[in-house]
């Protein structure tokens, strides 16, 4: 019942790295305070191209204009170091709102 080299048990060895073991982790840039679309620019210049944005008031209200919109929180916060294809989530409030 051994195996002999060309069994499961020598294939799992060579098994492709995993997405998460592949992926490069880089520090999270702080984006609060910007503008939503500088936010989403600032992140995409340091690698991280996953994003998502939200209404920071919970009126789910999309963001048209990202330029009318502020960053107030982020997730995961800034400063860690994460995985390039985590999801980023973006807090926003409508700028005079």
Not at 33 to 54: C, H, R, V, W
Not at 68 to 74: A, E, F
């Amino acid at each position: 019942m051994g195996s002999h080299g060309t069994g499961k048990h020598s294939r799992a060895d060579r098994r492709p790295r995993s997405k998460e073991e592949a992926a490069e982790k880089k520090v999270l840039p702080d984006v609060v305070g910007m503008n939503l679309q500088e936010g989403q620019d600032t992140m995409q210049a340091a690698g991280f191209y996953i994003l998502n944005d939200k209404d920071a008031t919970g009126q789910n209200r999309f963001q048209v204009y990202d330029r009318n919109w502020v960053v107030t929180r982020q997730t995961p916060a800034a400063g860690r170091k994460v995985t390039v294809d985590t999801l980023i989530t973006l807090y926003a409030k409508k700028i005079g709102k």
